[in-house]
Nanobody
């Protein structure tokens, strides 16, 4: 059974940085297109970054482009999201998943950007 476990969230001041991790079990991430998503309460979950399964090409939503970086470590079967220059609007629960799949969602990790 596929399972994703996100970690690394927390409370950070505006302008600060966080690095999120997503460890997978039941799925080899190395050739999968993987995405990071986020969701505010009362809003739809949105895809903010993804990394392709072949070639590791990356794509970002306009709202995070230039500030966030998605990467993967195949040896650890883990993907990461480096988040810099954080803004209050980045406050959300962050999830990872295989892009376009019906894999179950993990519990997510809360990111709160506030002074």
């Amino acid at each position: 059974q596929v399972q994703f476990v996100e970690s690394g969230g927390g409370l950070v001041q505006p302008g600060g940085s966080l690095r999120l991790s997503c460890a997978a079990s039941g799925l080899n991430l190395s050739t999968k297109t993987m995405g990071w998503y986020r969701q505010d309460p009362g809003k739809q979950r949105e895809l903010i970054a993804f990394i392709s399964g072949i070639g590791d090409d990356t794509t970002y939503a306009e709202s995070v482009k230039g500030r966030f970086t998605i990467s993967r470590d195949n040896a650890k079967n883990t993907i990461y999201l480096q988040m810099n220059s954080l803004k209050p609007d980045d406050t959300a629960v962050y999830y990872c998943n295989r892009k376009g799949s019906g894999d179950p969602w993990g519990q997510g990790t809360q990111v709160t950007v506030s002074s």
